[in-house]
């Protein structure tokens, strides 16, 4: 069974960079896409971009000049990077593997933005 | 952009009830690659359908989705209290696979 489990700080300042990453477990990324969602408190789902594992990306536009999203097959992970953060961007960041919707998603990481 | 819109915004039934969960796309979803999940409080989301109408493996048979271009429908056809949850949408024919802003179902 495939698992997936994001890790990185829960807490960020805001202009900082959030780096945070994604270890999947129980199966390869090779052969598919992978996603970053992320989610506000009690708000709906963004979806941030997702990777092939080839390394070919797609970002959400609202976020493209300031996010970036990586593969690293040998580790069997995924990363997000996600510059100048702001209050706004405080959520539930969720890794998940794309194979006709997302259908395998990590609990999810908690970030928040404050000083 | 797709943009998705998701209504009604909240859905109250009983038990036992029909839901019926609609979400309209700005533009005509490409090959109808539309999916629907699940999301429970404090839970990741679960994908319950894919190509608007396929049933995802381990799904019970109550939920069915429909529809094509830009209408598209999830039914629960008997709701039972587990149900009780946020469903969104979201499309991945164009680019960009953003989600709709989900409806909320509450059992009563």
């Known amino acids: 069974q495939v698992q997936l489990q994001e890790s990185g700080p829960g807490l960020v300042k805001p202009s900082e960079t959030l780096s945070l990453t994604c270890a999947v477990s129980?199966?390869?990324?090779?052969?598919?896409?992978w996603g970053w969602i992320r989610q506000p408190p009690g708000k709906g789902l963004e979806w941030i971009g997702h990777i092939y594992y080839t390394g070919i990306t797609n970002y959400n536009s609202s976020l493209e000049s300031r996010v970036t999203i990586s593969v690293d097959t040998s580790k069997n992970q995924l990363s997000l990077r996600l510059r100048s953060m702001t209050a706004a961007d405080t959520a539930i960041y969720y890794c998940a593997r794309w194979n006709e919707g997302m259908d395998h998603w990590g609990p999810g990481t908690l970030v928040t933005v404050s000083s | 952009e797709i943009v998705l819109t998701q209504s009604p915004g909240i859905l109250s039934l009983s038990p036992g009830e029909r839901a019926t969960l609609s979400c309209r796309a700005s533009?005509?979803?490409?090959?109808?690659?539309l999916v629907w999940y699940q999301q429970k409080p404090g839970q990741a989301p679960r994908r319950l359908i894919f190509r608007a109408s396929i049933r995802a493996a381990g799904i019970p048979d109550r939920f069915s989705g429909s529809g094509s271009g830009t209408d598209f429908t999830l039914t629960i056809g008997r709701l039972e209290p587990e149900d009780s949850a946020v469903y969104y949408c979201q499309e991945h024919g164009s680019s960009s696979w953003t989600f709709g802003p989900g409806t909320k179902v509450e059992i009563k």
């Open positions: 533009q005509s979803v490409n090959n109808n690659y």
């Open positions: 129980g199966g390869s990324v090779n052969h598919y896409y």
